[in-house]
């Protein structure tokens, strides 16, 4: 079973790996802000390709698992709730199944406390030795391999 692993933002990390081994193929992170003169839903059709991207390299593909968005109000929970809603159409236009981890869950299944802060994930990360270029990769690593231990 082949899974990619997603934390939504502007810079959104991904990870994919596969259950088999628990392997983890590649991560990194994706800018989707909007560019100079774009319109704000820019960032949901720059989203979309990047899922075409990746089901284009990696046909297998047949989860999708994420962070669940929070109400954090104003811009931010109206990002969230988009990026969700791109990717559960998405999904269903592929027959894909995808999931949701919440964050408390994936703070204490990396570092055993459930409100754990941006620098102990990356700090516990790294003790895994996974290198990563900022928090938004290393969520999605995390993302990965809950998703790995834990759903598939």
């Not at 592929?94 to 409100?115: E, I, M, P, Y």
């Given at each position: 079973m082949r899974i990619l692993a997603l934390d939504f933002g502007?810079?959104?990390?991904?990870?994919?790996g596969t259950a088999h081994g628990l392997t983890i193929h590649t991560s990194g992170t994706w800018n989707i802000a909007p560019r100079r003169g774009d319109s704000?839903?820019?960032?949901?059709?720059?989203?979309?390709?990047?899922?075409?991207?990746?089901?284009?390299?990696?046909?297998?593909l047949s989860l999708v698992v994420y962070e669940q968005a929070h109400m954090r109000g104003g811009a931010a929970t109206s990002y969230a709730m988009g990026c969700e809603a791109?990717?559960?159409?998405?999904?269903?236009e592929?027959?894909?199944?995808?999931?949701?981890?919440?964050?408390?869950?994936?703070?204490?299944?990396?570092?055993?406390?459930?409100?754990s802060k941006?620098?102990?994930?990356?700090?516990?990360?790294?003790?895994?030795?996974?290198?990563f270029a900022d928090d938004?990769?290393?969520?999605?690593l995390w993302i990965?391999?809950?998703?790995?231990?834990?759903?598939a």
């Open positions: 502007s810079t959104t990390g991904y990870a994919i704000p839903g820019m960032r949901y059709i720059y989203l979309r390709r990047k899922f075409e991207e990746v089901l284009g390299a990696y046909p297998d791109t990717l559960q159409a998405w999904c269903a592929k027959g894909l199944d995808f999931t949701t981890v919440h964050s408390a869950t994936l703070k204490k299944f990396a570092t055993g406390k459930g409100n941006k620098p102990e994930m990356m700090a516990a990360a790294t003790k895994r030795g996974w290198t938004n990769e290393a969520d999605a990965l391999d809950y998703a790995l231990r834990e759903v």
